[in-house]
């Protein structure tokens, strides 16, 4: 398949998914969160790099950094679940969320750096 294409179909699924579960949202947010909470990026992911890589190691590497990053990801929802008590506006809740994730990334980095 051309690099081209490949990239094409691999936006165009990528961003159907997140179009179809934020509109899904907004009809029913508990299912939406749900389908979100699946893995169904990282299974994309997994099987377009080995798609185009043909490379178990880097597949498993990849895989392993996933199953690391998907705990410490879950960073990012502690102050929208405290601020039934902090009472944040969004864009603070929302700052507060990356600014947790950025900390995860800061350990998920090095949890993985070059021994």
Known sequence: MNE???????????????????????????????????????????????????????????AGAIFAAVPLSLCFFIPFLLNRWLKMNFVMTFGAGLLFLAAAYFIHSWIFQPK
């Open 4 to 62: 081209t294409v490949f990239f094409a179909f691999k936006v165009i699924t990528s961003a159907l998914i997140i179009t179809g579960a934020s509109w899904l949202s907004g009809k029913k947010p508990i299912l939406a969160g749900f389908l979100i909470a699946l893995p169904l990026m990282s299974i994309l992911a997994i099987l377009f790099s080995y798609l185009q890589y043909r490379d178990m190691h880097k597949v498993n590497q990849f």
